[in-house]
């Protein structure tokens, strides 16, 4: 089986930047789109990014748009999340997946890795 394991997360200020890491490994795995969710506390999880493999196809919540990116390297294996100009209400558990676009919308496909916190103070 395909396995998802996030890294970076962390306690930091607003206006700061975060840059996480999604490493994935396991059974033979096609990257055909990947991306990144959250759950804030006591809150639902929430599709935040995506992108497909080339970048042809993405999506972003609004509320990340133009701070946060999603890329894709294929030679690490690793999806990274960046996140700029962070503010407390971007407080959550960050998750990653592989998935689909079907037409322009996201599809995951993959196992829940454990995540990370990423906790910002204001």
């Known amino acids: 089986q395909v396995q998802l394991v996030e890294s970076g997360g962390g306690l930091v200020q607003a206006g700061e930047s975060l840059r996480l890491s999604c490493g994935i490994s396991?059974?033979?795995?096609?990257?055909?789109?990947a991306g990144w969710y959250r759950q804030p506390p006591g809150k639902e999880r929430e599709l935040v990014t995506a992108?497909?493999?080339?970048?042809?196809?993405?999506y972003a919540e609004d509320s990340v748009k133009g701070r946060f990116t999603i890329s894709i390297d294929n030679a690490k294996n690793t999806v990274y999340l960046q996140m700029n100009s962070l503010k407390p209400e971007d407080t959550a558990v960050y998750y990653c997946?592989?998935?689909?676009?079907?037409?322009?919308?996201?599809?995951?496909?993959?196992?829940w890795g454990q995540g990370t916190q990423v906790t910002v103070s204001s």
């Open positions: 997946t592989l998935g689909t676009f079907i037409g322009d919308n996201y599809y995951p496909n993959s196992r």
């Open positions: 396991g059974s033979p795995f096609n990257i055909n789109a």
């Open positions: 992108i497909s493999n080339g970048g042809k196809i993405g």
